[in-house]
Each structure stands twice: as structure tokens, then as C-alpha cells.
Nanobody, 120 residues
Framework: QVQLIESGGGLVQAGGSLRLSCTASVRTTSSIRVAWFRQAPGKEREWLAA?????????NFKGSVQGRLTIYRDSARNAVSLPMNSLTSEATAVYYC????????????WGQGTKVTVSA
């Protein structure tokens, strides 16, 4: 079992920044892959980015957010972080962290989500 806990969401003004974090109940050497998704009001959940928890920390991004989002392995917090800058109202959503325990398993572990609200 992998437990994922998101944090860092909240209310922010347009143009502001937040850093979302996802802590996982695994060893630093775990082979899981961790992803961030978001679900905006009235929309389907969408995948944003993913990164290996250990090893080469290989990351990839949804095309539309490539160059606008970063994702990194925060070893000090035993977490995966998603810094978000220059936020607009389009970023208003619940952000979820998910983990895949092995290739082909899909995203088989999910956190409860953290809500981000960007005010105009």
C-alpha cells in the first residue's frame, strides 16, 4: 500500500504562486512513479505531469503545460512537488497526486486532493 498526502493548496490571487507537495509512504529508493492530476469544476480529471520517485527522476508533462509547470522530487520532504507560478483562474481545481507501483498497473494509488482557488 502506498499512502499519498497532498498539501499546499489554498486561495491565491491571480498572478500568485503556490507549491503543491505530495508525500508518499515509501522508501526513498521506491520504484513508484508519481503524477499530478487536476480536476476543475465541471471538467474531467486531467493528467499534468509525472516523475520517477527515485533513480533518474525522469519527468514528463502534458503538452499544454510543458514549459509552464515543473515537477521535482523533494528529497528533504520525501515528496514530489509541483510549483505553480503566475496563476490564473484556469488553475482553479482540485489537484490530486497519484502513484503507479509498477509498469502497466496504471495510477493505482491516489491522494485525497488539495484544492486550489485562484481569485481574480
Amino acid at each position: 500500500q502506498v499512502q499519498l498526502i497532498e498539501s499546499g493548496g489554498g486561495l491565491v490571487q491571480a498572478g500568485g504562486s503556490l507549491r503543491l507537495s505530495c508525500t508518499a509512504s515509501v522508501r526513498t529508493t521506491s520504484s513508484i512513479r508519481v503524477a499530478w492530476f487536476r480536476q476543475a469544476p465541471g471538467k474531467e480529471r486531467e493528467w499534468l505531469a509525472a516523475i520517477n520517485w527515485s533513480g533518474d527522476f525522469n519527468a514528463n508533462f502534458k503538452g499544454s503545460v510543458q514549459g509552464r509547470l515543473t515537477i521535482y522530487r523533494d528529497s528533504a520532504r520525501n515528496a514530489v512537488s509541483l510549483p505553480m507560478n503566475s496563476l490564473t483562474s484556469e488553475a482553479t481545481a482540485v489537484y490530486y497526486c497519484a502513484a503507479s507501483s509498477q509498469v502497466g498497473a496504471g495510477w493505482n494509488y491516489w491522494g485525497q486532493g488539495t484544492k486550489v482557488t485562484v481569485s481574480a
